[in-house]
């Protein structure tokens, strides 16, 4: 077990448990406030993150920071992480096998960011945490709850770059956590 987040991400920035080690320029562990009460995890970095080493700063974090504004979501006071802290090639989805090796860092992450709320953003984000009988299409926008935890599914930011016609249910789902936020007295 870890103490703070500092020396999981010493750890991290070490790792070679799996191959995506060997073409990463940075590793990308987590931003955001480390008491957050909403937490978001998403699937992996892309260029730009990897570049960075920090989550959702292309294409996809932007249209998030979009949202997020026009929410008066403040992305401060929230905690961003994903699955996989190395970028898989081609920003394809992380196998596995790599998901395996990274989530005991994430797992450590929710026990010390203590979130009461995480949005799982996409299928791999679902998968992995919540597991293989979830579907995002079917999943996402309900509110599931395990160990004591909210959880909200909705679509990547990437899926929407794809298909607009999903900007509304992730919107929508945004809406549905802050609502839930300000139920809770969460800050947000």
């Given amino acids: ?99 395996t090796a990274c989530l005991n860092y994430l797992r450590n992450q929710v026990v010390l960011v203590k979130p009461k709320i995480i949005v799982l953003l996409g299928s791999v984000a679902l998968k992995n945490i919540l597991g293989d009988n979830y579907g995002i299409t079917a999943s996402r926008g309900k509110w599931i709850e395990k160990r004591g935890i909210l959880y909200m599914p909705t679509f990547h930011p990437a899926a929407l770059l794809r298909d607009d016609s999903k900007k509304i249910d992730f919107w929508n789902d945004l809406e549905l956590v802050k609502a839930k936020s300000k139920e809770k007295n969460l800050l947000m």
């Fill in 1 to 99: 077990m870890y103490e703070t987040l500092n020396e999981i991400n010493d750890e991290v920035k070490k790792c070679t448990k799996c191959n995506l080690c060997k073409n990463r320029t940075n590793t990308v562990f987590g931003v955001g406030n480390e008491n957050a009460d909403i937490m978001l995890i998403g699937e992996g970095p892309g260029a730009d993150e990897d570049r960075e080493g920090e989550p959702f700063v292309g294409k996809a974090g932007k249209l998030m920071n979009q949202a997020f504004q026009g929410l008066g979501i403040s992305r401060e006071k929230i905690y961003i992480a994903n699955i996989v802290k190395c970028r898989p090639p081609n920003n394809r989805n992380p196998e596995k096998e790599e998901a």
